[in-house]
């Protein structure tokens, strides 16, 4: 499963954040607007139509004949329609049936003589209907106000607040995008850094740019740690060569006696003999693990030197080098044409160790090297090396790398006669360039260690 970045799991909660608040806002500001102006729209109309209700009441008291014409006047003045209702009889300048237009509700609370409001639907818009009873000549006063433009008003309002509440959000989105990168650049430095110093290259360090408290001690502390580091590797490194070398001068001593004492194997004893031949095989394997430390101690104090070669030339003369090293004959290499232009970028020397280590373990466990194979897709190089052994065991594969690592037979000494670095050594000179090396099964039904290198997008010189 996918992991999200911090950088986007922070943008997203503070757009999270932002969008919450503003949703919050937008509610309580819509609604708590829409309450204040309903309700002085509604009390505004309510003192109107008591004012429109006096007049029509002077107009009844005075038993004037032209209560249209009132009606028609107040009509006029205002965006309102007036109707009245005395003793049953439906009056109205404006309204074709007003007895259908008053809802039920309204005429019973009107007969209890109690004043009354309701919105309706009238010629398909909203309306505020407002019903004011004149007991006195029992007649009751109903006001039509159109509430449509208020309707406008908090729909228009609405779609602002919506609008202002995308905004903030998307301005949550940047501010949190913006704040997750000045948070997270120094971490990743900081992880690409240790990246690399985990690839070999000890130089990496931190630069020292950030203004804040909180940066700048991370920056010295990860510095000083790597210093630490280094000059520990160092330390071990330099003992480990000096130990080495130190090593070497008896062991050749006892490698020249061992080769002298075999001249004479015919003076000796069968079991002298026998006791002569496995201190000669455990002075080579000594000597073996001497050179690998060595070259151990090398690898880990630098000095890797990348040149642009080709591919299938390097190849071929790291056949021969590995072939004539351990006494073996040279097997074919085999490749797509196409691999003849493919290029890549190591340090030679270490390259052609790791071919002569691969070749090297397979005569050791494998039955020896059967087949060398290279092949591309276009970004990086396979090269493949088959033995004619068992294969290895699908729980030893990741281990096999590991130093003095040399599986499940370690123990029998009649067959296993390795240091257990030779593989780890392959493991650290093709990390170096950037590559992987794999333990597969071979189509022969041996092993097939491949080792993945990148290939070079630079023109040779």
């Not at 922070?10 to 309700?39: D, E």
């Not at 510095?223 to 330099?238: C, K």
């Not at 360039?433 to 080792?451: E, I, K, M, N």
Request: aromatic share 8%; charged share 20%; net charge negative.
């Amino acid at each position: 499963m996918a992991t999200i970045s911090l950088r986007r799991r922070m943008s997203f909660w503070f757009a999270a954040g932002a969008a919450i608040l503003s949703i919050l806002f937008v509610f309580f500001t819509y609604f708590g607007v829409r309450h204040v102006v309903v309700t002085q729209r509604q009390s505004s109309d309510l003192r109107q139509s008591f004012l429109n209700a006096q007049v029509i009441r002077g107009a009844i008291s005075n038993s004037d004949s032209s209560l249209n014409n009132v009606l028609r006047e107040l009509d006029s003045n205002t965006t309102s329609v007036s109707i009245v209702n005395i003793n049953g009889t439906w009056i109205s300048a404006n309204v074709a049936n007003p007895r259908t237009t008053i809802p039920p509700q309204m005429l019973l609370i009107a007969a209890s003589h109690n004043v009354s409001r309701q919105v309706i639907t009238y010629n398909n818009q909203p309306t505020l209907l407002i019903g004011i009873p004149i007991p006195a000549y029992h007649a009751v006063f109903y006001e039509l106000d159109n509430i449509n433009d208020l309707n406008r008003t908090l729909e228009l309002m609405l779609l602002i607040l919506c609008a202002s509440a995308v905004a903030t959000t998307l301005a949550g989105l940047a501010g949190g995008w913006i704040a997750a990168r000045r948070l997270t650049t120094p971490l990743a430095r900081a992880a690409q850094a240790a990246r690399e110093i985990a690839q070999g290259n000890l130089t990496t360090r931190l630069p020292q740019e950030f203004s804040s408290t909180e940066m700048a001690v991370l920056t010295e502390s990860f510095n000083d740690m790597v210093s630490q580091l280094v000059e520990r590797l160092e330390r071990d490194a330099r003992f480990a060569s000096d130990v080495s070398h130190e090593l070497r001068s008896p062991l050749t001593t006892l490698a020249t006696s061992v080769a002298v004492m075999r001249q004479s194997r015919t003076d000796l004893e069968p079991e002298a003999f026998a006791a002569l031949e496995l201190l000669g095989a455990d002075v080579e394997t000594f000597q073996t693990l001497v050179e690998d430390l060595l070259d151990m101690t090398r690898n880990e104090a630098g000095g890797i030197y990348l040149e642009n070669v080709a591919l299938v030339e390097l190849l071929q003369q790291c056949v021969r080098s590995a072939s004539r090293r351990l006494g073996l004959e040279e097997i074919n290499l085999s490749f797509d044409p196409t691999t003849t232009s493919a290029f890549i970028k190591v340090d030679r020397r270490r390259f052609e160790r790791i071919i002569a280590n691969l070749f090297e373990n397979a005569r050791r466990y494998g039955g020896g090297a059967t087949s060398l194979s290279v092949s591309t897709d276009g970004h990086s190089a396979f090269i493949d090396v088959d033995d004619a052994g068992p294969g290895v065991p699908f729980e030893e594969r990741e281990r096999i790398f590991d130093r003095f690592y040399r599986g499940v037979e370690a123990s029998n000494r009649t067959e296993v006669r390795g240091t257990g670095l030779g593989l780890s050594l392959v493991a650290d000179h093709v990390a170096r360039f950037h590559g992987t090396v794999a333990v597969l099964d071979s189509p022969a039904g041996g092993a097939r260690f491949r080792v993945t290198v990148p290939l070079s997008e630079e023109s040779p010189e």
